[in-house]
């Protein structure tokens, strides 16, 4: 780090906006002040509803498949697979499978 005084590096710091931090493993850690995911918060439900598609390709996120045999197991290539899912994380407000699999499993989803 240069030589600047630390109030110009807090104030230069100040101006990035807050955003959620991840350890090494990607879980949610939270930052004060940053946007925690609604469905992190406890609020029941998905943020917006999966399309009939989205529930099927969240059918197999709780399987050992990659997105590649899940993309052959449902006639799609894989980046309409990656497509699919990351829909689904953006709905459920998670940045995991792990997540999305334990929040769907807690809506009865799967």
């Excluded at 240069?2 to 807090?10: G, L, M, N, S």
């Excluded at 943020?47 to 529930?55: G, V």
């Excluded at 197999?60 to 045999?69: D, E, F, S, W």
């Excluded at 006639?75 to 929040?103: E, Q």
Aim: overall charge positive; charged content about 20%.
């Amino acid at each position: 780090m240069d030589d600047r005084p630390a109030a110009a590096i807090v104030r230069a710091v100040s101006g990035v906006p807050a955003g959620p931090a991840w350890s090494e493993t990607l879980s949610f850690r939270g930052v004060e002040g940053a946007a925690v995911p609604a469905i992190l918060q406890g609020q029941a439900g998905i943020l917006e509803p999966l399309t009939e598609r989205e529930r099927e390709i969240l059918c197999y996120l709780p399987t050992h498949l990659t997105l590649r045999q899940i993309g052959m197991a449902v006639y799609l290539s894989t980046n309409t697979v990656k497509t699919h899912v990351k829909a689904i994380y953006r709905k459920m407000g998670v940045f995991s499978r792990h997540d999305a699999v334990t929040i769907a499993r807690s809506h009865g989803l799967i």
